[in-house]
């Protein structure tokens, strides 16, 4: 079974600068999730989405990040316009719930790693 | 106010020792869940266990067991005769309704 896939893996631009990051979820899971992890700290939970629909988006920026999940299947995450404090890895996940209680087991793609100088 | 706190920053143990992550929690909801993760030095994060509010039986799974107190609104991960593969970052989490909160991480690096 082929795991949650992220690209790119790394990013480096310029603050001001827009970038997109793209996520594809296990096949059937109907839950998704985007965290922002800065370094040396635990992952934050910026939106949830069920099927194309937003669980929750409390965490998330949205003068400058929006997230997108179309048919329900992949998502994308944009940040415009970046700033320093965005430098992070961006992770995706996906679990099977159907609920909006994130019960299940969460499968983590391996993240894109973003630098903004 | 959800919080989750692994007050523990970095641990070093000799393989073959046993070690304790701490985790203790913050929540008001009666229904909540909690998570361990591992993240190795390759990035991904990796589910090792979950426990829901009411189930305060303590699990054990090969080397790896998990002791739930709500008393002390902890939960303790262990690990016995530790081993090189081991090393990585362990995260404790609580999840609540819509919400899910990690703890800071606790970096644990086994000595050959």
């Known amino acids: 079974e082929a795991g949650v896939a992220q690209s790119p893996r790394y990013k480096i631009i310029e603050k001001r600068q827009s970038v997109a990051f793209w996520c594809n979820p296990i096949s059937g899971h109907a839950t998704l999730y985007w965290y922002q992890q800065i370094l040396g700290q635990g992952p934050k939970l910026l939106i949830q989405f069920q099927n194309n629909g937003v669980v929750d988006d409390s965490q998330l920026p949205k003068d400058r990040f929006s997230a997108e999940r179309l048919k329900g299947v992949d998502s994308t995450l944009k940040i415009q316009p970046a700033k320093l404090e965005d430098s992070a890895v961006y992770l995706c996940?996906?679990?099977?719930?159907?609920?909006?209680?994130?019960?299940?087991?969460?499968?983590f793609g391996p993240g894109t790693r973003l630098t903004v100088l | 106010a959800q919080k989750v706190t692994q007050a523990q920053t970095e641990i070093s143990v000799v393989e073959k020792e046993d070690v304790t992550l701490d985790c203790v929690y913050e929540t008001r909801d009666t229904t909540y869940y909690l998570f361990w993760y591992k993240q190795p030095p390759s990035g991904e994060l990796v589910f090792l266990i979950r426990r829901n509010s009411f189930d305060e039986q303590n699990e054990i799974s090969g080397r790896y067991s998990w002791n739930f107190q709500k008393s002390t609104s902890s939960f303790n991960f262990t690990i016995t005769a530790s081993q090189v593969v081991d090393s990585a970052v362990y995260f404790c989490?609580?999840?609540?309704?819509?919400?899910?909160?990690f703890g800071t991480g606790t970096s644990l690096t086994v000595i050959p």
């Open positions: 989490a609580l999840s609540t309704g819509n919400q899910f909160y």
């Open positions: 996940a996906s679990s099977l719930e159907n609920s909006g209680v994130a019960y299940n087991e969460q499968f």
